[in-house]
């Protein structure tokens, strides 16, 4: 079994991300190449929906905006939404903090291209094999986003009118990621925090439906912490 920490080489640890990369290039490439043509749809210019897949990074928050850029919204509401939806993305780098790489630069970018789907293979990997992967595994991902938006600006609206609801590729690409993890982690704690955010959500709106459900997601993710640290002090006093 290869190590992959200071032993393996860097031509190994680019190979092996490359491979990890790949179950996330089956799902960025539908999802990215719909984006591609949503944004083309919406009127957003070829240069800027490339950009966006470079600067923003954020699947979800992508397609999120392009209602938003093509309503003409003001900049600051439109970063406000997305810095909201992005949020998230807070718990995913605390877990991860003791696995970036060392390097500044190497450190700094991890840290902005830590989507879900490359949250989901990092936890999935040993402990050991994090620190090397991530970088090569980070960046290949973004290139298949990157690549697949190309794809989508190029083939443009055509395949919005042959195939409606390109943006339900997103939502797959979410279930398939979710349910690879729960094979491998067997967690069941963050499924029922969806469901049950998603559900309590629905009831209160549907216009802010996804930012409800991430408030909600995030006080769950909080109270159970409080709770986990609390129960050995609690056990102390039951006696």
Same mark, same amino acid.
């Given at each position: 079994?290869?190590?992959?920490?200071?032993?393996?080489?860097?031509?190994?640890?680019?190979?092996?991300?490359?491979?990890?990369?790949?179950?996330?290039?089956?799902?960025?490439?539908?999802?990215?190449?719909?984006?591609?043509?949503?944004?083309?749809?919406?009127?957003?210019?070829?240069?800027?929906?490339?950009?966006?897949?470079? @600067?923003?990074?954020?699947?979800?928050?992508? %397609?999120?905006? &392009?209602?938003?850029?093509?309503?003409?919204? $003001? #900049? *600051?509401?439109?970063?406000?939404?997305?810095?909201?939806?992005?949020?998230?993305?807070?718990?995913?780098?605390?877990?991860?903090?003791?696995?970036?790489?060392?390097?500044?630069?190497?450190?700094?970018?991890?840290?902005?291209?830590?989507?879900?789907?490359?949250?989901?293979?990092?936890?999935?990997?040993?402990?050991?094999?994090?620190?090397?992967?991530?970088?090569?595994?980070?960046?290949?991902?973004?290139?298949?986003?990157?690549?697949?938006?190309?794809?989508?600006?190029?083939?443009?609206?055509?395949?919005?009118?042959?195939?409606?609801?390109?943006?339900?590729?997103? @939502?797959?690409?979410?279930?398939?990621?979710? %349910?690879?993890? &729960?094979?491998?982690?067997?967690?069941?704690? $963050? #499924? *029922?925090?969806?469901?049950?955010?998603?559900?309590?959500?629905?009831?209160?709106?549907?216009?802010?439906?996804?930012?409800?459900?991430?408030?909600?997601?995030?006080?769950?993710?909080?109270?159970?912490?409080?709770?986990?640290?609390?129960?050995?002090?609690?056990?102390?006093?039951?006696?």
């Amino acid at each position: 079994m290869i190590s992959y920490s200071k032993q393996a080489s860097s031509s190994t640890q680019w190979a092996v991300g490359f491979k990890k990369s790949l179950p996330v290039a089956m799902g960025y490439l539908p999802a990215g190449i719909a984006f591609g043509v949503l944004a083309q749809v919406a009127g957003v210019p070829i240069w800027a929906t490339i950009m966006l897949s470079i @600067v923003l990074y954020a699947g979800a928050a992508q %397609y999120a905006c &392009l209602p938003m850029l093509s309503a003409g919204l $003001p #900049i *600051g509401s439109v970063a406000t939404n997305i810095a909201a939806i992005n949020l998230r993305h807070v718990f995913y780098g605390v877990p991860l903090l003791n696995h970036l790489p060392t390097h500044k630069l190497a450190k700094t970018y991890c840290l902005f291209a830590l989507t879900d789907e490359t949250f989901s293979v990092m936890t999935s990997l040993p402990a050991e094999s994090r620190q090397a992967l991530m970088l090569p595994i980070s960046l290949f991902n973004q290139s298949w986003w990157v690549l697949a938006t190309a794809i989508g600006v190029m083939i443009g609206s055509t395949l919005n009118d042959l195939v409606p609801h390109l943006d339900f590729a997103l @939502v797959c690409l979410f279930a398939i990621l979710a %349910y690879e993890q &729960l094979q491998t982690i067997k967690r069941y704690f $963050p #499924i *029922g925090i969806a469901i049950i955010a998603l559900v309590l959500a629905a009831l209160f709106t549907s216009q802010w439906l996804l930012l409800v459900a991430i408030a909600i997601c995030m006080l769950l993710i909080l109270g159970r912490a409080f709770m986990v640290k609390d129960k050995p002090m609690g056990g102390s006093h039951g006696q």
